[in-house]
């Protein structure tokens, strides 16, 4: 395995990813906006490095991560499963990834509505009297 360098063994002093451009509204100082308590002593010890090697570092080390995308990856394991993109889309859309487990049922009609039919969908497919999406393990959830 090739040894790597760390970002903060990138770069040189001054080098930035970005250059901001100068404020056209009123600023004030750091201490008026942030309690005494809250700020650092001395500032934050960060890589001074350019655009292009924090892009090509972090891309690197992406790379570097196993991905069910970028190759197989044997079933079984809590930590990692196959979930079709439009599952994941649709588990995102704002009516369900909002959905807070102490929501009060009043606010949760909906997603109760579509669990409900679900269930009934899979039972008639299925020949079954009744399933249930209740999951039998975390891994299973």
């Known amino acids: ?5 760390l970002i903060f063994e990138m770069g040189a002093p001054g ?16 201490d008026e906006l942030v309690p005494q308590e809250f700020l650092r002593a001395e500032p934050a010890p960060l890589p001074e490095v350019s655009e292009i090697e924090v892009v090509r ?10 991905g069910v995308d970028s190759g197989f990856y044997p079933l079984g394991s809590c930590t990692m499963k196959y979930n079709p993109k ?6 995102g859309m704002p009516g369900f990834a909002r959905i807070h487990p102490l929501e009060h049922e009043s ?7 579509l669990l409900y039919d679900l269930e009934g969908y899979l039972a008639e ?3 079954m009297e009744r399933v249930t999406l209740q999951p039998a393990a975390g891994a299973h959830g």
């Open 125 to 127: 497919i299925a020949g």
């Open 15 to 30: 080098r930035r990813a970005a250059l901001l451009p100068a404020m056209d509204v009123p600023t004030k100082p750091l």
């Open 57 to 66: 570092h972090f891309t690197h080390l992406s790379q570097r991560n196993f």
């Open 107 to 113: 606010m949760t009609q909906g997603a109760i509505q």
């Open 1 to 5: 395995m090739s040894t790597e360098k």
């Open 86 to 91: 439009i599952n994941e889309e649709t588990a």
